[in-house]
């Protein structure tokens, strides 16, 4: 899940990181962005049960929180994966 | 003998200043008797025939006053200056001129980054300049030393000689009609010039022992004093035009040799005074004169006026400014955002540099828009005129780019005058008018008066429907001798440019044929004379009465051309006065019982072979522009400043679609709904594309973020994809407020949403030298993309290309494309091919 303050650029651009680098390390992941173009590629309640690991890449509130009840969540900042998207993976590996 | 009373309080808020005191003493001035204005809360009384006397007694508003009347004529002037207290008195608060409209005071976030030294102001006349200080000090108000006071009498004779003097050469200034910007500083220097309280002050002196100059000198200091300890801005204002008089006052004494009252410019100059008089200003080298600073006084002095009507700029209102500068340093005057900046740097030259750029860029588009003749999309062409009360308005009319003066109103020369005007004096008007009118015609409507309107010699008849009653046309059949010598008049000037003639308020075609019986006199009287006119000068009526709109085809075989008067078309039709609390109401011009009676009207022109034009308010908003091009009409006229928004609006018309939504309009049931489809209503030709050419800056010599981003702006505006800036820039630093958009490797991708931008855009800039970003990894930023979305309906389309660019940004090979492009174009094609953007939508 990805989510900046005006939705325009970095929830995409987190978004994109986050594809490259887990492509780049071989693991499986569904990107859900929380934009200016509203909720994209939205992560089923199927997708959140089988997933070893729960992304929140955001600045701000998340929609539909409720989804992911019971899982364990790791939450880092929109600009952290930007940056250091390596060190945030290795964040949910932990 | 009785002194007579009247107690009022001041009914006018900015108290009794320059023009209401003028008006008083004048009326006061006709009446031999004494008339003193006793100033309650003070205590102080003065001359009431002495417009300065008044002015210092400083009234204010809400003050009580007692007017004091005695003499051989004071009844008389007691009931004459109780009915002016009463009735004209209220009615001289005009509106002080306010300040321009709310100028951007703040300093220019570049120019607060780099730390350029600046103060203050208040910025008085608009745009900025650059150049060297040049101090100016005040008028020299010494007396002349030399000759010794030969006898009193002779001093008070040159005292008298003085004052003739100078009110001759204010008088001869006058009648060689300047502008109405010194017009007005000569009228107010002939007030002062002439008063009573002044010229008795200055002969007390003299008889008293003083000579005739330092008599002048006192008195000017002392009134001047007396003004400049006024509560109110504006009357402080008014003593530099006593120094000035008084100036003139001491030269004329000196044997008329002229003092040197200004310094002389050699080169761009800021000029910095304590104060100026107007004199001063126009006596400053105008080629050299970049921009004025005041120390004192506000944005209503004569100065500060004469400054915006030649165009230098003026920053008043900092104090002590001389003690900061050093004559012969360089500084920059802004009065656009209040600033003052002091031996300016790179930065801050860049910084103008670009504003003046865009200030030229303004201009041109300005001028290209204007001049051009309004033609639709699919080529249909209609003629966007004018509406004048003068012939002084024709210039500036054609200036905003008038195609022609659809409508010059005739009331003005008949109305608030004790006899009606002459045929001469009527022919020099519309002359004038079609000769700066350049072969342009100008439609001139004769007399449109009614009851209702200020025209005692005519003898109007009192009415209880004046609208319903004697106007127009029908008042000239009354006075067939007043509207001859209009029409000789009209016909006159027809010889000297195309001037075609227009009859207001004709309900049958009776009337017609009378008004062309008496043209055809009138034509014949001249031609025996030989007078020349235009022989085939063109002969129309303002459709405005109901039976006439609804009869055009009987009507086209008696007229050459129709325009259409919407105002009071739609009150007669709507039976409801726009003025009319209860029913105004119901005048609406969109409603489609309205449209069809105007398309009827424009079709049976068409169909009769006849113009026809319109001149009501509804050709002023360009809103309405669709539905009248819809119609087919030939021509539409407006308020000047109204006319470059709709010529631009008629280029961004399809006349076809246009026709298309005249149907619709006309098939609505409420003028709401012919307003929600007008709303909906968009031009093709108004949704560019995300990129653009002009959007792409290469080799940018900015060397802050703050300069980068105003350069980035700036582009915008040039590329016409944002009409405030100002408002632009400031949402991109909220953003930048939350985290830095500099997202590493030299990139930073500043964005917002906000309505200031009119098209959703993606603007480039690239930078000769990295600047700091304060991004995240701490590497200065070498390229800049700002994406602008529009805050109302944005397009998803453009959401998705934008979200899309945000993803490429990721990967460096992209980067590096975007870094290594060679030129504005190989930018361009490399975003379009990236994002998936056809070429040619690339504006």
Same mark, same amino acid.
């Given at each position: ?38 909720i ?55 | ?36 204005l ?119 004779? @040159? ?24 017009? %007005? ?14 010229a ?5 002196h ?13 008195? $000017? ?51 910095? +005074? ?25 944005? $209503?002095s004569?100065?500060?006026?004469l400054a ?22 360089e ?30 860029r ?7 828009r ?63 008018? +079609? ?28 009415? %209880? ?17 007043v ?21 207001p @308020? ?5 009337e017609v ?14 031609? $025996?004379?030989?007078?020349a ?8 009526? @303002? ?104 010529k ?22 409420t ?29 940018s ?20 994809? $944002? ?10 630093? +909220? ?39 304060? %991004? ?25 290309v934008l979200a ?17 492009a ?8 490399c ?9 040619d939508?690339?504006?």
């Amino acid at each position: 899940m990805t989510a900046c303050p005006t939705g325009i650029a970095h929830t995409y651009m987190a978004a994109e990181q986050l594809e490259k680098t887990a492509r780049a390390l071989a693991h499986e992941i569904k990107v859900e962005t929380q934009g200016s173009m509203g909720i994209e590629n939205e992560l089923s309640a199927r997708d959140i049960r089988e997933a070893d690991a729960v992304l929140f890449a955001v600045d701000i509130e998340v929609e539909n929180r409720e989804r992911f009840d019971g899982k364990r969540i790791v939450r880092v900042s929109v600009q952290e994966v930007i940056r250091n998207p390596g060190a945030v993976f290795a964040r949910l590996q932990a | 003998m009785d002194v007579l009373e009247h107690a009022f309080a001041c009914p006018l808020s900015h108290g009794l200043h320059a023009r209401p005191a003028g008006r008083l003493a004048a009326e006061a001035a006709r009446y031999a008797a004494e008339v003193t204005l006793l100033h309650e809360p003070t205590g102080a009384v003065a001359n009431a025939k002495s417009a300065l006397a008044l002015i210092g007694l400083d009234v204010g508003g809400g003050d009580r006053c007692r007017m004091r009347i005695a003499g051989a004529d004071a009844a008389s002037a007691h009931a004459a200056l109780g009915r002016f207290l009463a009735e004209v008195l209220p009615g001289c608060d005009e509106p002080l001129t306010a300040p321009p409209a709310g100028p951007d005071l703040a300093l220019p976030r570049s120019l607060r980054a780099a730390g350029v030294r600046w103060r203050a102001g208040t910025g008085a006349a608009p745009g900025f300049g650059q150049g060297v200080v040049v101090f100016l000090d005040r008028l020299p108000l010494a007396p002349p030393t030399g000759a010794a006071c030969v006898s009193r009498e002779q001093e008070e004779e @040159m005292v008298r000689r003085a004052l003739a003097g100078v009110r001759t050469a204010l008088e001869a200034g006058l009648v060689a009609r300047p502008s109405p910007v010194e017009a %007005a500083i000569l009228e107010a220097h002939l007030a002062i010039a002439t008063d009573v309280a002044l010229a008795e002050a200055i002969v007390e002196h003299v008889r008293a022992g003083v000579p005739a100059g330092p008599a002048v000198a006192r008195a $000017t200091a002392s009134f001047a004093g007396r003004l400049l300890a006024a509560r109110s801005l504006y009357v402080r204002e008014r003593a530099v035009d006593i120094e000035d008089i008084g100036l003139q006052l001491l030269e004329a004494i000196d044997g008329g040799r002229p003092r040197a009252i200004a310094p002389v410019l050699a080169r761009p100059s800021i000029v910095v +005074a304590e104060t100026m008089a107007p004199r001063q200003f126009l006596a400053l080298d105008r080629g050299h004169l970049r921009g004025l600073v005041l120390e004192r006084g506000g944005t $209503t002095s004569h100065v500060v006026i004469l400054a915006r009507s030649f165009g230098v700029p003026a920053l008043t209102g900092l104090a002590a400014a001389r003690a900061d500068l050093r004559a012969g340093s360089e500084a920059i005057v802004d009065a656009d955002r209040g600033i003052l900046v002091l031996e300016p740097d790179a930065v801050a030259r860049r910084h103008y540099e670009r504003r003046r750029r865009a200030h030229r860029r303004g201009q041109e588009r300005m001028a290209r828009r204007v001049q051009a003749p309004a033609v639709t999309l699919d080529g249909r062409r209609l003629e966007v005129a004018a509406n004048v009360a003068t012939a002084e308005e024709v210039e500036p009319a054609l200036a905003l780019g008038a195609e022609g003066i659809g409508l010059f109103r005739t009331e003005m020369l008949f109305m608030d005058r004790e006899a009606p005007p002459s045929e001469q004096e009527q022919f020099e008007i519309y002359a004038r008018a +079609a000769r700066v009118a350049a072969g342009r015609p100008v439609v001139i409507r004769t007399m449109d008066i009614g009851g209702d309107k200020p025209v005692p010699y005519l003898g109007l008849p009192r009415e %209880a429907n004046p609208f319903l009653g004697c106007r127009g046309v029908r008042l000239s059949l009354r006075h067939p001798e007043v509207f001859d010598s209009q029409l000789r008049a009209i016909l006159r000037a027809s010889a000297i440019g195309r001037v075609w003639l227009m009859v207001p @308020m004709v309900s049958t075609v009776e009337e017609v044929r009378w008004v062309r019986a008496r043209l055809a006199a009138a034509r014949a009287g001249l031609e $025996t004379a030989g007078v020349a006119c235009d022989p085939a000068m063109p002969v129309g009526i @303002m459709v405005e009465v109901p039976s006439a709109a609804l009869d055009i085809a009987r009507f086209a075989a008696e007229v050459d051309f129709f325009s259409i008067g919407t105002n009071d078309l739609a009150q007669y039709v709507f039976a409801a006065d726009r003025e009319n609390r209860e029913a105004g109401g119901l005048h609406d011009v969109r409603h489609p019982v309205f449209l069809r009676l105007l398309a009827g009207i424009a079709g049976a022109a068409r169909r009769h072979g006849r113009w026809v034009g319109l001149c009501g308010e509804m050709a002023g908003a360009p809103a309405n522009l669709p539905l009248l091009i819809g119609m087919g009409l030939d021509e539409i006229s407006a308020a000047a400043p109204e006319l470059p928004a709709l010529k631009a609006a008629v280029a961004r018309c399809s006349a076809a679609d246009c026709r298309g939504l005249l149907e619709r309009a006309l098939a609505c049931r409420t003028a709401g709904e012919v307003g929600d489809l007008l709303a909906a209503f968009r031009g093709r030709g108004d949704a560019p594309g995300l990129l653009q050419r002009e959007l792409v800056t290469l080799g940018s010599d900015s060397a802050s973020r703050e300069e980068a981003i105003e350069e980035i702006v700036e582009a915008m505006a040039a590329a016409g994809r $944002t009409q405030r800036p100002r408002d632009l820039e400031e949402a991109v630093w +909220a953003r930048e407020a939350v985290y830095s958009t500099g997202l590493g490797h030299g990139f930073a991708i500043p964005h917002c949403k906000c309505d200031a931008v009119t098209a959703s855009s993606v603007a480039v800039l690239r930078l000769e030298r990295p600047v700091d970003w304060g %991004a995240t990894d701490g590497q200065p930023v070498r390229c800049v993309i700002l994406l602008a979305i529009r805050a109302s309906d944005p397009d998803d389309a453009h959401l998705k290309v934008l979200a899309q660019l945000a993803r490429r940004l990721v990967h460096e090979e992209f980067r590096e494309r975007l870094l290594a492009a060679a030129d504005e174009e190989a930018v361009l094609r490399c975003l379009a091919e990236e994002l998936g953007i056809p070429a040619d939508r690339t504006a």
